[in-house]
């Protein structure tokens, strides 16, 4: 699932996505829809940007996804890596924090340790 305000760039993410192999399967412009869409639509993994439209940045999203008990793998996007923001997102646990624009090579490295993750979790669960 694709979580971008700029609709330039969520088009963009969703082509560098699909050319490595992944499906979208939802888009999202602010943490607010997230959370009411997320349950529908059941990711696997959150592309979130980090600067969002709306009262919740993709950190605090994040957040609350947490609270709620779903554990679906973040990768960050941003085009703020100030200590400030990377502070914040410390607190989360999350993938990876890639820098904005992001390059097809860095989504696909990203892409494979949420894919790992999940893996490695599904073997335990069962």
Known sequence: M???DDPLLSIVEEKLVTKLGYEVVGKAKSGEEVLSIIADINPS????????SGDLDGIETAKRLRSD???IPVIFLSGDDSPMVLKQAKDIEYIDFLLKPVTKSDLSNSLSKAENK???ESQYAA
């Open 2 to 4: 694709i979580v971008e």
């Open 45 to 52: 993994i959150l592309l979130m940007d980090v600067q969002l």
């Open 118 to 120: 999940i893996n490695s």
């Open 69 to 71: 008990h779903i554990d």
